[in-house]
């Protein structure tokens, strides 16, 4: 093998090749190639590095050197500077603040720093589509060590042990959900990695199937010798091409190398995985609709006992888990229960992926040590609130989950910290929210969301959240009535309640923590007629301070629906019954003359 | 032998049964609007939800569908708690705010206890009677009974769920005249609301 002095891992995650990680690729093989460098430096495609704000992105090592927001432009002097004269380029790297010093060092960024990798350790350090660059790194070790060295019952003890519980969103333990499976009777069972994904926000499956096939493969292998079944199927989201490439890939490998199919390391073992692309609504991800869908069924859900560890695809044994939840098990059998166990909380171990997005400074995926404050997460590891706003609340677990305002943000996360303050982990988004947002206009737009993805099925779900929606878009409009908080709190417990799945026992979850945590804001759109945010369009009015206003005309000039008026250098007036309040005049205007009022 | 509790009295009972139906023996009526001895459970009305907890754990209380869920050793059951009422209440309300012009609605209203006086009615119910818009023009509660009954007693799935959420609806293929029809009448006899009716073709 070609040895070289240096490696260029450039992420080819979506992030990145949609901001051209591909154009930067061949400048940089071009200008190696100018150089003639091309024999000791390598440019390797990896999966997402989880910092998809900055893309594209590239590490180099040795030297750990973080490059940003790549150009093709400047890939010349990048390379001339950096590789020929080894002096890095500042221009291409982090600066945490406007003014203060460039970061060269990926692991001095505050993004990464706070960061513990299990479930994405090889992110960025292997390419997602060599089978030999994941062997390298201990690949499939710990399916060789559970074949040759251990029990099912020994995996599963192993797995329970660790502390594991499912990170698509229920947070059951895993090992416990595989002993069920193992000790449901009948030879004929199945292992399902549930790869939906339909949790708006989130994608932290998707880039680690995109990023590190393998590490799914191996821990369903696992998981299928522990259960004792032969076959397993990856439901992969509809939405997720490169993903399902990458899978169908690492299968195929797999298959040559003999880490699937018959006889896995001439054990007698027999494993072997099908991938499935999903129906497309946010319900498939639910498991029994899952498993109703990859049996050619409505993806529709259905009341549990039997659970599927009982009775699943065709009625048999199986066992489901959620990619991220897959991701861990190699780490645990190879590092073992104690390892995996010291890391995080009394009832909460291992790490979680987070997809913090929002009105934060670094989004992008992080994974962290259950345990740590979410204040260090949006603060640390998100560099605070874009612009210089003020926090206001982070809506986590999607729009399944709940709001956790500012007096709640050394709540440390953890499945049972989580629950306790009406939030859940759930698949592990983090969305941002500063004071600019209005949490009755949040809550409205998560159930909006919820009711458009209810299958239907059962009466709470489909009625109670179109009326509880109906409610919310009345309080937003202006038109809330006295009652309607309690008419709003009483339909949330019995939907949680009554539901026949998940999606509609948690849809209420926004609501009930809005109403806990900002109830004065809903009662100012009730009774005062006013949105404290100034975000809800029926509740506010553009208007023109007459002693900032310069008579530019600028907003004059750009009002789409011609409502403003006024003489040049003389002061303008917007009005109010033809303005549609899209807000261009207060982002156009120099002088900061236009104000929202509610 | 199953020894559970039902509604404070020691149940034993031979066999595995639903709660439905071990209650049912007992004498004890829990109201359904999807279910049909006959026909597939579907656990989809959630009106004949009722209390299940554990002798280990007596407080853990959970509704379940009793149409569904089976009795076992151990379980303490109440099929009409306050807990279970105040549900039964809610998603009867639901269904009537959708379903007006639906009788059969108001008679089980009646049964359970919804009253129709708004004095009487708790926030949201009084909302769903009064002030709730009316979203959907149709008797049809999405029961799902007409559905299960074509797929499993002719066997001609001549009319299937479309759509999700609010929008579902039952239809027949493409929304055709069903090919596979053959008049059977099956589907208008397990209606509950009469929304299925049957001409005749000469
Ligand atoms: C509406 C709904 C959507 C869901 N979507 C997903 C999903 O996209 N991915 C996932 O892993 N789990 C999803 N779940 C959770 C699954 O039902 C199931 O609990 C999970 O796949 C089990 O794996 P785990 O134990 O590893 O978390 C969803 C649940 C509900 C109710
Ligand atoms: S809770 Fe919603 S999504 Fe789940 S079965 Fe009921 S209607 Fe369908
Ligand atoms: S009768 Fe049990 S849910 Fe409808």
Same mark, same amino acid.
């Given at each position: 093998?070609?040895?070289?002095? &240096?490696?260029?891992?450039?992420?080819?995650?979506?992030?990145?090749?949609?901001?051209r990680?591909?154009?930067?690729?061949?400048?940089?093989?071009?200008?190696?190639?100018?150089h003639?460098?091309?024999?000791?430096?390598?440019?390797?495609?990896?999966?997402?590095?989880?910092?998809?704000?900055?893309?594209p992105? &590239?590490?180099?090592?040795?030297?750990?050197?973080?490059?940003? &927001?790549?150009?093709?432009?400047?890939?010349?002097?990048?390379?001339?500077?950096?590789?020929?004269?080894?002096?890095?380029?500042?221009?291409?790297?982090?600066?945490?603040?406007d003014?203060?010093?460039?970061?060269?060092?990926?692991?001095?960024?505050?993004?990464?720093?706070k960061?513990?990798?299990?479930?994405?350790?090889?992110?960025?350090?292997?390419?997602?589509?060599?089978?030999?660059?994941?062997?390298?790194?201990e690949? !499939?070790?710990?399916?060789?060590?559970?074949?040759?060295?251990?029990?099912?019952?020994?995996?599963?003890?192993?797995?329970?042990?660790?502390?594991?519980?499912?990170?698509?969103?229920? #947070? %059951?333990?895993?090992?416990?959900?595989?002993?069920?499976?193992?000790?449901?009777p #009948?030879?004929e069972?199945?292992i399902?990695?549930?790869?939906?994904e339909?949790?708006?926000?989130a994608?932290?499956?998707?880039?680690?199937?995109?990023?590190?096939?393998?590490?799914?493969?191996?821990?369903?292998?696992i998981g299928? %010798?522990?259960?004792?079944?032969?076959?397993?199927?990856i439901?992969?989201?509809?939405?997720?091409?490169l993903?399902?490439?990458?899978?169908n890939?690492?299968?195929?490998?797999?298959?040559?190398?003999?880490?699937?199919?018959?006889?896995?390391?001439?054990?007698?073992?027999?494993?072997?995985?099908?991938?499935?692309?999903?129906?497309?609504?946010?319900?498939?991800?639910?498991?029994?609709?899952?498993?109703?869908?990859?049996?050619?069924?409505?993806?529709?859900?259905?009341?549990?006992?039997?659970?599927?560890?009982?009775?699943?695809?065709?009625?048999?044994?199986?066992?489901?888990?959620?990619?991220?939840?897959?991701?861990n098990?190699?780490?645990?059998?190879?590092?073992?229960?104690?390892w995996y166990?010291?890391?995080?909380?009394?009832?909460?171990?291992?790490?979680?992926?987070f997809?913090?997005v /929002?009105?934060? @400074?670094?989004?992008?995926?992080?994974?962290?040590?259950?345990?740590?404050?979410?204040?260090?997460?949006?603060?640390?590891?998100?560099?605070?609130?874009? @612009?210089?706003?003020?926090?206001?609340?982070?809506?986590?677990?999607?729009?399944?989950?709940?709001?956790?305002?500012?007096?709640?943000?050394?709540?440390?996360?953890? !499945?049972?910290?989580?629950?306790?303050?009406?939030?859940?982990?759930?698949? /592990?988004?983090?969305i941002?929210?500063?004071?600019? @947002?209005?949490?009755?206009?949040?809550?409205?737009?998560?159930l909006?969301?919820?009711?458009a993805?209810?299958?239907?099925?059962?009466?709470?779900c489909?009625?109670?959240?179109?009326? &509880?929606?109906?409610?919310?878009t009345?309080?937003?409009?202006?038109?809330?009535?006295?009652?309607?908080?309690?008419?709003?709190?009483?339909?949330?417990?019995?939907? #949680?309640?009554?539901?026949?799945?998940?999606?509609?026992?948690?849809?209420?979850?926004?609501?009930?923590?809005?109403?806990?945590?900002?109830?004065?804001e !809903?009662?100012?759109?009730?009774?005062?007629?006013?949105?404290p945010?100034?975000?809800?369009?029926?509740?506010?009015?553009?208007?023109?301070?007459?002693?900032?206003?310069?008579?530019?005309?600028?907003?004059?000039?750009?009002?789409?629906?011609?409502?403003?008026?006024?003489?040049?250098?003389?002061?303008?007036?917007?009005?109010?019954?033809?303005?549609?309040?899209?807000?261009?005049?207060?982002?156009?205007? @120099?002088f900061?003359?236009?104000?929202?009022?509610? | 032998? +199953? $020894?559970?509790?039902?509604?404070g009295?020691? +149940?034993?009972?031979e066999?595995?049964?639903?709660i439905?139906?071990?209650?049912?023996?007992?004498?004890? $009526?829990?109201?359904?609007?999807?279910?049909?001895?006959?026909?597939?459970?579907?656990?989809?009305?959630?009106?004949?939800? *009722?209390?299940?907890?554990?002798?280990?754990?007596?407080?853990? $209380?959970k509704?379940?569908?009793?149409?569904?869920? $089976? +009795?076992?050793?151990?379980?303490i059951?109440?099929t009409?708690s306050?807990? *279970?009422?105040?549900?039964r209440?809610? +998603?009867?309300?639901?269904?009537?705010s959708?379903?007006?012009?639906?009788?059969?609605?108001?008679?089980?209203?009646?049964?359970?206890?919804?009253p129709?006086?708004?004095?009487?009615?708790?926030?949201?119910?009084?909302?769903l009677?009064?002030?709730a818009p009316?979203?959907?023009?149709?008797n049809?509660?999405?029961?799902?009974?007409?559905?299960?009954?074509?797929?499993?007693?002719?066997?001609?799935?001549?009319?299937?769920?479309?759509?999700?959420?609010m929008?579902?609806?039952?239809?027949?293929?493409?929304?055709?005249?069903?090919?596979?029809c053959?008049?059977?009448?099956s589907?208008?006899?397990?209606?509950?609301?009469?929304?299925?009716?049957?001409?005749?073709? *000469?």
């Open positions: 093998m070609q040895e070289y002095r &240096m490696h260029l891992m450039l992420c080819a995650g979506t992030g990145c090749v949609s901001n990680a591909f154009d930067i690729e061949k400048a940089f093989n071009r200008e190696l190639e100018k003639n460098l091309q024999n000791e430096i390598k440019v390797i495609d990896t999966g997402c590095q989880g910092f998809c704000e900055r893309g992105i &590239m590490i180099v090592q040795p030297g750990d050197i973080f490059y940003e &927001m790549l150009d093709e432009k400047d890939i010349p002097y990048l390379v001339e500077e950096h590789f020929l004269k080894g002096r890095p380029v500042e221009k291409h790297m982090y600066v945490p603040k003014g203060e010093v460039p970061i060269p060092k990926l692991s001095d960024i505050g993004f990464f720093k960061q513990k990798l299990i479930a994405l350790a090889n992110r960025g350090l292997i390419n997602p589509e060599n089978i030999d660059e994941y062997i390298g790194r690949g !499939y070790t710990a399916l060789a060590k559970v074949l040759t060295e251990m029990t099912p019952e020994e995996v599963i003890k192993e797995v329970k042990d660790s502390g594991l519980r499912g990170r698509g969103g229920g #947070g %059951f333990s895993t090992g416990m959900k595989w002993g069920f499976a193992h000790n449901s #009948g030879d069972k199945y399902i990695c549930n790869a939906d339909g949790d708006p926000g994608f932290m499956d998707r880039s680690i199937v995109e990023s590190d096939p393998h590490v799914i493969l191996e821990g369903m292998a299928a %010798f522990a259960i004792g079944a032969s076959h397993g199927f439901y992969v989201r509809d939405e997720y091409p993903a399902v490439e990458r899978i890939k690492a299968i195929k490998d797999a298959r040559e190398y003999g880490l699937l199919g018959d006889d896995i390391f001439g054990t007698g073992f027999e494993f072997d995985v099908s991938v499935n692309r999903g129906a497309g609504a946010f319900v498939c991800g639910e498991e029994t609709s899952l498993i109703a869908s990859l049996e050619g069924n409505m993806p529709e859900p259905r009341v549990r006992p039997p659970y599927p560890a009982v009775a699943g695809y065709k009625g048999k044994p199986t066992n489901i888990n959620n990619v991220e939840t897959w991701a098990i190699r780490h645990i059998i190879n590092r073992g229960a104690a166990s010291s890391i995080g909380t009394e009832t909460s171990k291992g790490t979680k992926v997809s913090l /929002g009105k934060v @400074n670094n989004t992008g995926l992080v994974e962290v040590p259950m345990g740590i404050s979410v204040r260090d997460i949006i603060f640390d590891i998100g560099g605070g609130v874009m @612009n210089g706003k003020k926090f206001k609340a982070v809506q986590t677990g999607g729009p399944s989950g709940g709001c956790i305002p500012e007096s709640l943000l050394d709540t440390p996360v953890g !499945y049972d910290t989580f629950a306790a303050i009406g939030s859940i982990v759930g698949s /592990g988004g983090m941002v929210m500063d004071e600019d @947002n209005c949490m009755v206009e949040v809550a409205r737009y998560f909006a969301f919820t009711q993805e209810s299958c239907g099925k059962c009466t709470p489909r009625e109670g959240t179109r009326h &509880m929606l109906d409610i919310l009345r309080i937003t409009e202006g038109k809330g009535k006295e009652e309607d908080i309690d008419i709003l709190l009483e339909m949330s417990e019995l939907i #949680g309640a009554t539901s026949l799945c998940a999606l509609g026992a948690t849809a209420p979850n926004p609501v009930l923590t809005t109403i806990k945590y900002f109830r004065d !809903y009662e100012a759109h009730i009774k005062e007629g006013k949105c945010a100034k975000e809800c369009k029926a509740l506010i009015q553009y208007t023109i301070l007459p002693d900032k206003c310069t008579g530019c005309t600028l907003c004059a000039r750009d009002c789409p629906v011609n409502a403003i008026a006024g003489e040049r250098k003389g002061i303008h007036i917007i009005d109010p019954e033809v303005c549609v309040k899209c807000g261009i005049c207060k982002a156009v205007c @120099n900061d003359a236009v104000r929202i009022e509610s | 032998m +199953i $020894k559970y509790v039902l509604n009295n020691i +149940i034993e009972q066999e595995t049964t639903t439905l139906e071990s209650a049912s023996i007992q004498g004890i $009526k829990i109201p359904t609007l999807c279910n049909n001895e006959h026909l597939t459970p579907f656990g989809g009305c959630r009106l004949c939800l *009722v209390d299940v907890a554990t002798e280990k754990n007596p407080d853990m $209380k509704l379940m569908p009793s149409c569904t869920a $089976k +009795i076992g050793e151990g379980l059951i109440d009409h306050p807990k *279970v009422i105040q549900s209440r809610f +998603i009867l309300a639901m269904l009537i959708r379903s007006p012009k639906a009788e059969e609605l108001r008679s089980i209203a009646k049964e359970i206890g919804l129709e006086e708004s004095s009487k009615q708790t926030a949201a119910e009084k909302y009677f009064n002030d009316s979203i959907v023009n149709t049809c509660i999405l029961c799902g009974l007409c559905v299960r009954a074509c797929a499993e007693i002719p066997m001609r799935d001549a009319i299937s769920f479309s759509a999700r959420g929008e579902r609806t039952v239809k027949t293929p493409f929304e055709k005249y069903a090919e596979t053959i008049g059977c009448g589907c208008a006899y397990v209606c509950p609301t009469n929304t299925i009716t049957i001409e005749e073709v *000469v």
